[in-house]
């Protein structure tokens, strides 16, 4: 069964950092871009960051530009976002996402996310 899964989230003070992991099973995460999206509440899910299936090409959300660092290893089949200095307004459930490009359509293959939290 194809399955993403979400860890590293957590509570982290403002300037602090976290590095989310995104595992998957039942399928070879190389052949696929993946996303990260974040959902804050109240507010619509919105696109983070994204890496292609060879890791050479990265993209990412003006307002984590220079604080968020995506990246894969896909001989363990996982990809990772680096958050450093976060901000309360990074606040949010993280979702990776799989799919066959970084400026596709919706993907097709989603985790349940992960929380995290940013607050004093």
């Known amino acids: 069964q194809l399955q993403l899964v979400e860890s590293g989230g957590g509570l982290v003070q403002p300037g602090g950092s976290l590095r989310l992991s995104c595992a998957a099973s039942g399928f070879a995460l190389g052949y696929y871009a993946i996303h990260w999206f974040r959902q804050a509440p109240g507010k619509e899910r919105e696109g983070v960051s994204c890496?292609?299936?060879?890791?050479?090409?990265?993209n990412y959300a003006d307002s984590v530009k220079g604080r968020f660092t995506i990246s894969r290893d896909n001989a363990k089949n996982t990809v990772y976002l680096q958050m450093n200095n976060l901000k309360p307004e990074d606040t949010a459930v993280y979702y990776c996402?799989?799919?066959?490009?970084?400026?596709?359509?919706?993907?097709?293959?989603w985790g349940k996310g992960t929380l995290v939290t940013v607050s004093s």
């Open positions: 996402a799989a799919g066959a490009i970084c400026s596709g359509p919706r993907p097709p293959y």
């Open positions: 890496i292609s299936s060879g890791g050479s090409v990265t």
